[in-house]
Structures are given as structure tokens and as C-alpha cells.
């Protein structure tokens, strides 16, 4: 009992310390382009023109994502009773604790309290999940709607025969999944689903024919609640819209991506990002080497993370945030492996060297980049050279702190103190403002009565949500810039310096954003 109320004081700390990074970070860094700025402005939209069933974005149909998130942020925002950019921030880091709640309650559910709170510890303190749990994206929600359904199905098989309430909730899962990002979380749950025989009790489980009846009443469930935006939203949205959301943002992202395409290899390449500071402990892997794969509760948790990592090596399109929700999955191994080491509660010591070493490289390098090490421009941003001094500084701190304290809390201090180093370092530095639409936005304010222009391919809405337009940006080729400009007197042209070689650099005024030079070509 002892051990266990430890062991819960210890999440419930951690847990405490995520909220307040998560926090820290909507208040010490703008909105980041191009998700973020995009996300907002979306939800403002739909606010502004009373379109509840079809998202907007830059006031024409959004094809991208489903409504749940932009749901979900103007709910706050009425609950506030203002359209605030901090208010509406709050959805990500919020549901990224209620992830780590439930990665708590499964990890209880499957083995007992000290692996559930040892796999929330895990969890908060992975750097790459601090990250993107305090972001306004949509994984959090996913990864939410992932561990429901993984509830769902642990429950549907204990017992033979159709547990309805099971089955139904697994649905309701599938739905969440669905209107949070797409038909995408069929790749966090079909496979757990489908390898049920490798992880369910084959004395307890279902048949085949009552688990095959069960999912689809699951699917009757999940189709019944999607059919309440989805046949809206196809009948008045129109042909296009129904085949963009219906085919093109699911299947043609996975075959062909027309964004972010990268090698099959590259997911597996970028897990030593993805699972710090964990995936370096020595004290992890010795405890690794012990488990036991007749726990059929490690088996479900290895085909979840096994599962996930498999297919989204194979589709096109790759990003790291795409894992967020695997990431409980390897939480609760890790949990298990440090359970089975008994080092959780020592000291990490000259033992987690590897740890050390990267979170003084870490502290290193903008140090260096700074002094001259990478490109001009960068150096530029990372002034006053305090900041990264005081950064250097901060690292080592952590990784003391990883040397001294008890394996578990060390480790996930560094995660952590690592993500709040790094919104410090933007704060403090030119990185804050190089990446905050605010300076451009208010430009265009001011000119929007006259008209508003950008070039094609380019404008994603970054700037409407700080300059809370109530118009079209107007979405031009190259070639019809100048013509634009004559037609439209005080009127103002924002696009990249580079994308626009019809007009003379020098005629405008530059502002350095989101890594490139933008120009602002104000029409006489």
C-alpha cells in the first residue's frame, strides 16, 4: 500500500509539472505556423460565419480535417464568453492530460496501479509528447479517442457472447477517432482488433462469430454518429468537398501524400526523437530483457506500438506527431521494463551517461550556432547571447539532476525541463518573434478594408486569426500581382519575397517570418 501511494504521488507530481509546461507554453510562445495559425482561424471562422457542419479556412471550405477540434475550441471560447488565442489553446494541452490519465487507468486496468502510474510518469516526461501535447493539433485528440477504444476492446474480450456496452463504447471511439482527424484511426485500432487471438484469454474471449457480430455493431455505432456531420456536411458542401473528404484526405494521403512524403525508413530513423529521454537509459533495456511476452497484456501494448510504427512507415506521408498516439503503448512497455528492473527508485548515476551526454550536446548547440556555427541568419535570432549561455546552463542542471535523483523521476524531469529550456530559449530570443504572425497580421488589418492579396500555394491562413480578418485574402499567380496592385488602391500584398518575382523586392517592405524573408507591396 505504501509502494502504491508512492508510486501515485509520484505520477500525480509529474503529471502537475506536464500541465504547467503545457501552460508555460501557450503563454511564452506565439502561435507557430503553419498548424497552429491554421487550426485557430479555422475555428474563428466557422464562429464568424455560423458554419458549424463545414470548416473554413480563409472563408472557402476546408477539406483538410474534420470539425471536432474547431468544435471543441469554440466551445471554450463561449465558455470564456471572448475569442481568445489563449483560451482556445487549451484544448491540446487538456486533452494530452486526459491521454495521460488514461494511460494510468489502462496500465491499472491491465497489470496494477504502480505500472499505471509509472507509464503516466513515462509518458509526460517524453519530450516529443510535452511538445505536441501543449500544441493546438489534433493527436492529443486522437491518442484520447486511441485508448478509449483500446478500453473498449479489453473489455468486449473478457467474457464470450456480444457485450453491447463494450462494442458500442469501441464505436463510439471509432467516431471520436473519426471526427477528431479521419478514418485514420482505423490504423490505431484495426490492428489490436484483428491480433485479438495473440493477447485475448482464448478461455474467456468471444468466438470469432460473436467478436465479428460485436464489431459490427461497433461499426453500426461508429457510422450512425459520423452520419451526423458527415451527411450534412457532404449535402450542402458539394461534390468536391464529399469526394476531399470522403477519399482524397484519407486513401490519397496514405498511397501518394502531397504533403510531407518521406522514405519508408524515416519513422524508425527519428525514434531516438521520438522516445526521448527513454529510449537512452541503459536502466530501461536491462529491464526490457526480462519481460515476458506470455503477459498477454505486454502482447496487446507491443501489437499497439509494433502495429503503428509498421504502417505508418508504409503510407506516404510522414510526420512524428502522426505516433502520438502509440506513444502510451510504448509508455506502459517502458512502465513494465523499469517495474522488471527495480531501478526505477535508484539513482541514475554515471549509468545513464548516455542521457547526460545528449543533454549537454543539446545545451551545446544553439550555443554554438550563436557564435557563428550555422548559417548568419540563425545566429542573429538566437541574440542576446545570454539566452543560449543560460540554456547551456539549464542543461546542465537537468542533467545533474538526471545523475542524482531516482531513475524514474530524473529521466522524466530531462524530458520535461528540456521542452521548458527550449519555449524559455524562443521567449528570450529572436526564435519568438521570427515565428509570430502578429507584426504581419496587424498590417493587413489596417488594409483590409482596401483588399487583401497573397500568391497560390503559399497563403495558409497564418495571418487571420492575429489580424481577426472578416474577409477573402485574395489568392493570386505571380504573373497577376502587378495587375492586382493597380486595381486595388491602398490595398496591401503579403506573400514570400521569393514567390513573387513579378515585383521588385525593393518596393516593399520585408519582414523575416517562419524561416524566409515576406514581402508587403502596398498599392498606391
Not at 509502494?3 to 507530481?13: I, S, V
Not at 453491447?164 to 463510439?172: C, E, S, T
Not at 502482447?299 to 506500438?305: D, E, G, P, T
Not at 506573400?495 to 515576406?518: I, M, N, Q, S
Amino acid at each position: 500500500m505504501r509502494e502504491a501511494r508512492k508510486a501515485g504521488l509520484r505520477a500525480g507530481m509529474v503529471i502537475l509539472a506536464f500541465a504547467a509546461v503545457a501552460v508555460a507554453g501557450v503563454a511564452l510562445r506565439p502561435l507557430l505556423p503553419i498548424d497552429e495559425t491554421r487550426y485557430i482561424d479555422v475555428a474563428r471562422e466557422m464562429r464568424l460565419e455560423g458554419s458549424w457542419f463545414l470548416p473554413l479556412k480563409n472563408f472557402e471550405l476546408y477539406t483538410d480535417k474534420p470539425p471536432l477540434l474547431f468544435w471543441l475550441i469554440n466551445l471554450v471560447w463561449t465558455l470564456a464568453g471572448e475569442v481568445s488565442g489563449f483560451a482556445g489553446r487549451l484544448v491540446g494541452p487538456f486533452f494530452a492530460l486526459l491521454t495521460l490519465a488514461g494511460t494510468w487507468a489502462l496500465g491499472r486496468r491491465l497489470w496494477d496501479n504502480a505500472t499505471g502510474a509509472m507509464a503516466a510518469v513515462v509518458l509526460a516526461g517524453l519530450t516529443v509528447f510535452a511538445a505536441f501535447g501543449g500544441a493546438l493539433m489534433f493527436d492529443t485528440l486522437l491518442a484520447c479517442a486511441t485508448l478509449a477504444g483500446l478500453w473498449a476492446l479489453v473489455s468486449a474480450m473478457k467474457a464470450p457472447g456480444v457485450n453491447r456496452r463494450a462494442w458500442g463504447g469501441f464505436g463510439l471511439a471509432l467516431a471520436f477517432g473519426v471526427l477528431a482527424k479521419g478514418p485514420v484511426i482505423l490504423f490505431h485500432l484495426a490492428p489490436a482488433l484483428l491480433a485479438a487471438p495473440l493477447w485475448a484469454d482464448p478461455a474467456a474471449r468471444p468466438s470469432a462469430r460473436e467478436a465479428l457480430r460485436g464489431a459490427g455493431l461497433a461499426l453500426a455505432v461508429a457510422l450512425c454518429v459520423i452520419a451526423l456531420w458527415v451527411l450534412p456536411a457532404a449535402i450542402t458542401g458539394g461534390a468536391e468537398y464529399r469526394h476531399m473528404i470522403l477519399w482524397e484526405q484519407t486513401a490519397g494521403r496514405a498511397v501518394a501524400s502531397f504533403a510531407h512524403a518521406r522514405p519508408f525508413w524515416w519513422v524508425v530513423a527519428m525514434l531516438p526523437v521520438l522516445l526521448f529521454p527513454w529510449i537512452w537509459s541503459p536502466g530501461l533495456w536491462r529491464g526490457a530483457v526480462r519481460l515476458r511476452f506470455s503477459d498477454r497484456a505486454l502482447r496487446l501494448m507491443a501489437v499497439q506500438a509494433g502495429a503503428g510504427l509498421f504502417l505508418f512507415s508504409l503510407i506516404s506521408g510522414k510526420q512524428l506527431h502522426y505516433l502520438v498516439p502509440e506513444l502510451p503503448a510504448f509508455a506502459l512497455i517502458a512502465a513494465r521494463a523499469l517495474l522488471a528492473s527495480g531501478g526505477a527508485d535508484r539513482r541514475g548515476g554515471w549509468a545513464e551517461a548516455p542521457v547526460l551526454g545528449l543533454l549537454l550536446l543539446a545545451g551545446l548547440v544553439p550555443l554554438a550556432v550563436a557564435l557563428g556555427a550555422g548559417d548568419a541568419r540563425t545566429a542573429e535570432l538566437l541574440h542576446p547571447l545570454v539566452a543560449p549561455i543560460w540554456f547551456l546552463l539549464f542543461c546542465v542542471l537537468l542533467a545533474a539532476l538526471v545523475w542524482a535523483l531516482p531513475r524514474a523521476a530524473g529521466l522524466s524531469v530531462a524530458g520535461l525541463g528540456l521542452m521548458l529550456g527550449g519555449l524559455g530559449l524562443i521567449a528570450t530570443t529572436g526564435l519568438g518573434t521570427s515565428y509570430d504572425s502578429a507584426p504581419i497580421a496587424r498590417e493587413m488589418a489596417a488594409h483590409e478594408a482596401a483588399g487583401l492579396a497573397s500568391v497560390t500555394g503559399r497563403y495558409n491562413s497564418e495571418f487571420g486569426f492575429e489580424g481577426r480578418l472578416t474577409r477573402k485574402v485574395d489568392v493570386l499567380t505571380a504573373e497577376e500581382a502587378p495587375q492586382w496592385l493597380a486595381a486595388h488602391p491602398g490595398g496591401l500584398l503579403v506573400a514570400e519575397c521569393r514567390d513573387v518575382p513579378t515585383l521588385e523586392k525593393t518596393a516593399a517592405e520585408v519582414r523575416f517570418f517562419y524561416g524566409h524573408d515576406w514581402c508587403l507591396w502596398r498599392a498606391e
